[in-house]
């Protein structure tokens, strides 16, 4: 692959906005273009920086309504895909992120190549390189 993905990180628990910028600058196919740590920061950043990926939190205390959220986020910047990550797991994980209409999900507790694994595989619309994402 030529280019990097930009990816806007939001999220507002302390450090893992961090660890995950960490991970995708490790990875090298990526490029963090912002950290946001609530809806409304992340909409601002979306309109200016037109990220391919965004890496967002399933609870934020400014947009308690992710269906909402993720509506508004794409209605900025189309074609933006929405990994959606949490401290659940499973199938409760997958059912909230299909409700918020995200493209895939991930824990909070993944590994770093599951979770750069899950947003390469929801840029490519290509599932095989995570169990995570995307979704159907």
């Known amino acids: 692959m030529g280019e990097s993905l930009n ?3 939001c999220d507002d628990s302390l ?22 740590t609530g809806g409304e920061e992340a909409k601002a950043m979306v309109a200016e920086h037109r990220p391919d990926l965004i890496v967002l939190d399933l609870v934020l205390p400014d947009a308690p309504d992710s269906p909402k959220l993720v509506a508004a986020l794409r209605a900025l910047h189309l074609p933006l895909r929405v990994l ?28 770093p ?11 490519s619309d290509d599932g095989s390189s995570s169990t995570q994402s995307p979704l159907p």
Do not use: N, Y
């Not at 450090?15 to 490790?26: A, C, D, I, K, N």
């Open 15 to 36: 450090g893992f906005p961090t660890l995950v910028q960490t991970w995708l600058r490790e990875d090298g196919r990526f490029t963090v273009v912002g950290l946001a």
């Open 113 to 123: 190549e599951e979770l750069t694994g899950s947003l390469f595989a929801i840029a």
């Open 7 to 9: 990816v806007l990180v």
């Open 84 to 111: 959606l990550v949490s401290s659940m797991h499973g199938e409760r994980l997958e059912a909230a992120a299909q409700a918020a209409g995200a493209d895939g999900f991930c824990s909070k507790g993944a590994k």
